[in-house]
């Protein structure tokens, strides 16, 4: 079953943040389009792109880090090597350990996503592997992309 946000259309506009990914030539299948696990890759470099350039997440010597828990992805139309795609990136829940994120990837200069997603971080306490609150600067970055 479709939650109200998966059952409605999806626009560019839904989307708080953007990042341009360039896909790859070994990104292509024997089918010739972007081969399907590569999408969460797009996903994963949006989200972190994002988390450790606003939020100073520093994934080397942090004392927090993100665990994926959680992730989906619907395919609308696919992609190919050459294209471009835009990432879009919001929040759809914000708590206190956790943020759900949502992903539109859309080909530059389309309104429409070819696919959608969701991605979910526990954040945890690097040496005790507990969940812990996410850190202040994370947590300020997030607010802004929350709908």
């Known amino acids: 079953m479709s939650t109200p946000q998966e059952s409605r259309t999806e626009r560019r506009s839904d989307y708080r943040h953007f990042l341009a990914i360039p896909t790859r030539w070994m990104d292509n299948d024997v089918y010739g389009h972007v081969n399907n696990v590569i999408y969460y890759s797009y996903f994963d470099t949006v989200i972190n792109e994002y988390l450790i350039r606003e939020g100073g ?3 080397h010597d942090g004392s927090v880090v993100g665990y994926a828990v959680e992730t989906n992805c619907r395919f609308h139309r ?3 090597f ?3 795609i835009d ?3 919001r929040v759809g829940h914000l708590g206190n350990t956790s943020v759900r994120y ?3 990837l859309f080909r530059q200069g389309e309104d429409k996503p070819a696919a959608t997603g969701h991605f979910v971080h526990v954040f945890v306490a ?3 592997d507990k969940p812990t609150a996410i850190p202040a600067g994370i947590r300020a970055c997030l607010e802004p992309l929350c709908v």
Do not use: K
């Open 57 to 59: 997440l520093d994934i």
């Open 78 to 80: 696919s992609f190919s």
């Open 82 to 84: 050459p294209d471009s």
């Open 87 to 89: 990432a879009g990136l």
């Open 102 to 104: 949502e992903i539109g």
């Open 126 to 128: 690097r040496e005790t």
